[in-house]
């Protein structure tokens, strides 16, 4: 079966860096691009950053731009976050996301999330 595990969160300061690893098992995972979503208290989840399935292509939303690098190793069939510079606003539970065809279809997998908090 399909699983995706974060891991890497915990608590840092304002200005500093966490790298976020997400662990993929149960399909071919360098045939697929993977996605990092982020979803703070009270708000709907957000997309957060993309990678080709090679790595060649990455895009970012606006306000991380800049600041976090999405990257993919598919020897070890992992999707890594390195997120510097952090703001209290980049405070969310991120989640690693798959979009995948099945026999009913495409469907999206996701991670249990990994909690990030930037406070002083």
């Known amino acids: 079966q399909v699983q995706l595990v974060e891991s890497g969160g915990g608590l840092v300061q304002p200005g500093g860096s966490l790298r976020l690893s997400c662990a993929a098992s149960?399909?071919?995972?360098?045939?697929?691009?993977m996605r990092w979503w982020r979803q703070a208290s009270g708000k709907e989840r957000e997309f957060v950053a993309t990678?080709?399935?090679?790595?060649?292509?990455?895009s970012y939303l606006d306000s991380v731009q800049g600041r976090f690098t999405i990257s993919r190793d598919n020897v070890q069939n992992t999707v890594d976050l390195q997120m510097n510079s952090l703001l209290p606003e980049d405070t969310a539970v991120y989640y690693c996301?798959?979009?995948?065809?099945?026999?009913?279809?495409?469907?999206?997998?996701w991670g249990q999330g990994t909690h990030v908090t930037v406070s002083s």
């Open positions: 996301n798959a979009y995948l065809p099945g026999p009913s279809g495409p469907k999206d997998y």
């Open positions: 149960g399909f071919t995972f360098r045939n697929y691009p």
């Open positions: 990678i080709a399935s090679q790595g060649g292509y990455t």
